[in-house]
Nanobody, 125 residues
């Protein structure tokens, strides 16, 4: 199981762009699918994006489709979340997660068995 560390979260204005990174260690990175989730205060953790172990399959929550892009660099053991046209409702703690399977219920937290500590993204209006 890989260990995951997110970075890149900060306070930005609405309409801005921001790129989150998640560095993995301790496992074979290419064996894992990866996801991004977020959790706003008082709300459940929700799915944001998923990328398969090969990087060929990607999927997004409807709320971020067309604005966010997930990618991975297997040479750097890192997964990214490029966020653009940010809105105040994107404010949340963002978590990356790892899963041994690329397909199935990847939109559910139960699909993943490794989690980072989270990074705070705050979007001001």
């Amino acid at each position: 199981q890989v260990q995951l560390v997110e970075s890149g979260g900060r306070l930005v204005q609405a309409g801005s762009s921001l790129k989150l990174s998640c560095a993995a260690s301790g496992g074979t990175f290419t064996n894992y699918a990866l996801g991004w989730f977020r959790q706003a205060p008082g709300k459940e953790r929700e799915f944001v994006a998923h990328i398969s172990s090969s990087g060929l399959f990607k999927d997004y929550a409807d709320s971020v489709k067309g604005r966010f892009a997930i990618s991975r660099d297997n040479a750097k053991n890192t997964v990214y979340l490029q966020m653009s046209s940010l809105k105040p409702e994107d404010t949340a703690v963002y978590y990356c997660a790892s899963a041994p399977r690329s397909f199935g219920t990847y939109y559910a937290t139960s699909h993943y068995n490794g989690w980072g500590q989270g990074t705070q993204v705050t979007v001001s209006s």
